[in-house]
């Protein structure tokens, strides 16, 4: 999947995949699509769950091999 | 827009403790609710407001005593001895160092930076004998009604 911008949390735990998620949303235009890539086993379930509160749009997620790959569509 | 007008969804934490360890959830869930375009409020009140104390929030610590969780147990009776207070607090913070966990200061920052809203408990600073400039910046000093007020349409209210 093609990404406009890329995110590497990886050594990261929670919360900060999510809250530099967030601060690299924030300055992205509306359509933009971000990659995120995770290691921490909870960002799984956050990064979907932030997409969904924040009303984002998760376009796809890949699990490969301990590294979890987002793709963000921004709103 | 319709979608704009909506209410935000609205977190309300009581922050009661002053040590380390119970210092971290509460940033926590208040800066990632902020980072979900929340309505994010902590009432600090009792030891908790250590935690937005400028004299204090940089040295919160770990009680080794009572506190059967700790990675490596400590008996009371050990606990108790002189620099053990430092010992299990120096531990929990190579911890979170190590998992790259910002420190508490770092974690206020970035609350306050995500429009998180601080408050301070009115009756703790009266009875505490702490000055309200002894506090790092609040959005207020309030009592029990006011933030009831404030927590009366939470979604979500806990209790730390």
Known sequence: MEADEVLDTSGLVCPMPILKTKQSIKNLEPGTVLKVIATDKGSKGDIPAFVRQSKNELLGMEDDDGKYIFFIKKK | ?160
Request: hydrophobic share 50%; proline share 6%.
């Open chain 2, 1 to 160: 827009m319709a979608e704009e007008e909506e209410k935000k969804k609205k977190i309300c934490i009581i922050m009661t403790k002053g040590t380390l360890d119970a210092a971290y959830p509460p940033l926590i869930l208040a800066s990632t609710a902020a980072s979900m375009d929340w309505d994010a409020s902590i009432f600090f009140t009792f030891y908790g407001l250590d935690v937005i104390n400028k004299k204090k929030y940089k040295n919160l610590k770990v009680a080794p005593i009572a506190n059967p969780a700790m990675p490596m147990p400590v008996p009371n009776i050990i606990g108790m001895l002189p620099g053990m207070t430092s010992m299990a607090t120096m531990m929990m913070k190579n911890m979170m160092k190590k998992a790259n966990v910002p420190d508490i200061e770092e974690f206020i920052k970035m609350c306050k930076e995500m429009g998180v809203k601080l408050y301070g408990c009115q009756m703790t600073l009266d009875v505490m004998g702490i000055k309200e400039e002894d506090l790092i910046p609040t959005e207020a000093c309030i009592g029990a009604a006011a933030f009831l007020d404030i927590a009366s349409d939470a979604d979500v209210t806990l209790l730390v």
